[in-house]
């Protein structure tokens, strides 16, 4: 009976654990056996993509600090550095409508990440050309192509009619959310792997 009360305490314990969300990152990498802190530098952007750079970044250091196992410091106080560049990016149309205009893009993000000692700079921890993808669509606004004549609009000679870059901006966001994915997934991915030694 007693042994029972025991095991039904531990399960109401973790049962209570789980609904207020607490997750503990498992740690079975010989190699961080001592290493309590991790600083994670703004990641390199060899691409044309604005602020990729950024999302990346933001990403991996929401993972660590989730998994609340190492505490983010600056790269001055840390025992090891992750170090990332957003090294390629490739995207093409998936999808097509009858004008044969792109309805859906894949973007592909390729990102080397390198974890090192920090005071020996000694590699633990690396992989070069992980890769990504994610699909997004893509906005499409008859009404911001170019104006009729202006005969035909009532407007004067060298006039427009204004450009709708609703599409445009739609598709942006689109493709930024896509970016987003890309890199939360790819930091969970580098965390694991870092953290099962593997």
């Known amino acids: 009976m ?7 305490f531990i399960g109401i314990v973790s049962l209570a ?30 691409t044309f993509e604005p602020e990729a750079e950024k ?5 991996f250091i929401n993972e660590f600090i989730e998994s609340r196992k190492l505490q983010i410091v600056g790269p001055t106080e840390a025992d090891v550095i992750l170090y990332g560049t957003v090294r390629n990016m490739k995207e093409e149309a ?3 409508n009858k004008d044969d205009k792109s309805l859906e893009n ?3 993000m390729v990102v080397d990440v390198q974890l090192e000692e920090r005071t020996t700079g000694k590699v ?11 699909d997004y669509p893509i906005f499409t606004d008859t009404s911001s192509q170019t104006a009729e004549p202006a005969k035909r609009k009532g407007l ?8 709708d870059t609703s599409g445009i901006q739609s598709s942006e966001a689109s493709k930024r959310m896509a970016l ?19």
């Open 2 to 8: 007693k042994k029972f009360s025991i095991f039904f």
């Open 17 to 46: 654990c789980a609904c207020c969300g607490y997750h503990r990152a498992r740690l079975d990498n010989p190699l961080l056996a001592n290493v309590k802190t991790i600083a994670i530098p703004y990641f390199k952007n060899k």
């Open 55 to 59: 999302i990346f970044t933001n990403a």
């Open 94 to 96: 998936v999808a097509h």
């Open 106 to 108: 894949i973007i592909q």
């Open 124 to 134: 633990l921890w690396k992989r070069k050309g992980l890769r990504h993808g994610e």
């Open 156 to 163: 004067r000679h060298g006039e427009s009619t204004p450009i």
């Open 180 to 198: 987003q994915k890309i890199a939360v997934d790819l930091a969970e991915r580098v965390h694991d792997s870092i953290m099962m030694g593997f």
